[in-house]
């Protein structure tokens, strides 16, 4: 009923730029917190970036100053842009969105969703 489509994932040198876009779609009523999460193998999934529909930010400390996440509502579409990146960057990154639907039984609620996850590589 709503699908997550991420994309912007890749290879780049430690110093580089990427951009990650998740997009929603599908029987949306409201989108609250958009962020995105990362996971580095033998690792637990970690918070990067979190954004309220009312553009308030949080970010983790290791990334504080490098990553803006941002978004645009009218698309629903949230995005990471990542700067200065470094080797302990490497990641599998997963967007992950408040969605607020209309259940079985036509009440509002609110569900979690999370996207199918991009790898990104930082090595020289």
């Known amino acids: 009923q709503v699908q997550l489509m991420e994309s912007g994932g890749g290879l780049v040198q430690p110093g580089g730029s990427l951009r990650l876009s998740c997009a929603a779609s599908g029987s949306i009523i409201r989108i609250n917190t958009m962020a995105w999460y990362r996971q580095a193998p033998g690792k637990q999934r970690e918070l990067v970036a979190a954004i309220v529909s009312a553009g308030n930010t949080n970010y983790a400390d290791s990334v504080k100053g490098r990553f803006t996440i941002s978004r645009d509502n009218a698309k629903k579409t949230v995005y990471l842009q990542m700067n200065n990146l470094k080797p302990e960057d490497t990641a599998v990154y997963y967007c992950?969105?408040?969605?607020?639907?209309?259940?079985?039984?036509?009440?509002?609620?609110?569900?979690?969703?999370w996207g199918q996850g991009t790898q990104v590589t930082v090595s020289s």
């Open positions: 992950q969105v408040g969605v607020v639907r209309r259940n079985t039984v036509s009440v509002l609620t609110e569900y979690d969703y």
